[in-house]
């Protein structure tokens, strides 16, 4: 007797989609400027566990006396390069606990790396210059967006049931958020900006 043929897969659900808006408002950091809420980031921890997300590697320039780009999100585990591309010297460094490092001084086309392996929020800063600061916010999650100028979001694909929607900004103190997916209700927060902006070069 023939084997019946397999059912055809089913198509895969596109998953549960999560909109809102991050909101920043001033407090005793100074005033918000235009375009400021495009340096937040808002991600998704599944209470069930997250897909761990496959490191890659990125890279920081110093370039201008500043870093480029200011902000970086990556996967636990990914490789940093920062490159010099400037003519003077930089000493790029952290503090952050758990994620200590320095390279020391050096020059134009040199390259320093690093590997990213503790989740969270690392400073990265400079000894020649005192008002470079990068932020590198190491994920363990792969739901995650950035809002737009405005601080609207939209995060998509994510699994069914409960979890934290995390908001964060390089000026405020995070914020959790318990959620139960799928919620067609969006998803807002007002963050106070507690730390001041960024300086231009």
């Given at each position: 007797k023939p084997v019946p043929a397999a059912?055809?897969?089913?198509?895969?659900?596109?998953?549960?989609?999560?909109?809102g808006r991050?909101?920043?408002?001033?407090?005793?950091?100074?005033?918000?400027?235009?375009?400021?809420?495009?340096?937040?980031?808002v991600y998704f921890l599944p209470k069930a566990g997250a897909p761990k997300p496959k490191p890659g590697t990125f890279t920081i320039d110093t370039r201008s006396k500043g870093f480029s780009p200011s902000l970086l999100v990556v996967p636990q585990?990914?490789?940093?390069?920062?490159?010099?591309?400037d003519t003077i010297l930089h000493n790029v460094f952290s503090r952050t606990p758990g994620s200590v490092f320095d390279f020391g001084y050096y020059g134009a086309g040199e390259v320093k790396q690093r590997v990213f392996s503790k989740p969270g929020l690392v400073i990265v800063n400079c000894n020649v210059h005192h008002n470079m600061?990068?932020?590198?916010?190491v994920l363990t999650t792969p739901y995650y967006t950035r809002p737009d100028r405005n601080g609207r979001y939209s995060?998509?694909?994510?699994p069914a049931g409960p979890g934290t929607l995390v908001f964060w900004h390089p000026r405020a103190q995070a914020q959790s958020v318990a959620?139960?997916?799928?919620?067609?209700?969006?998803?807002t927060r007002r963050m106070t900006a507690t730390r001041p902006a960024r300086q231009e070069h």
């Open positions: 059912e055809p897969a089913k198509p895969v659900a596109s998953g549960s989609t999560v909109t991050l909101e920043l408002v001033a407090g005793s950091a100074g005033a918000i400027q235009a375009g400021e809420l495009a340096d937040g980031l585990g990914s490789t940093v390069r920062f490159p010099n591309r600061r990068a932020d590198v916010v995060l998509t694909g994510l959620v139960t997916l799928p919620t067609a209700a969006p998803v």
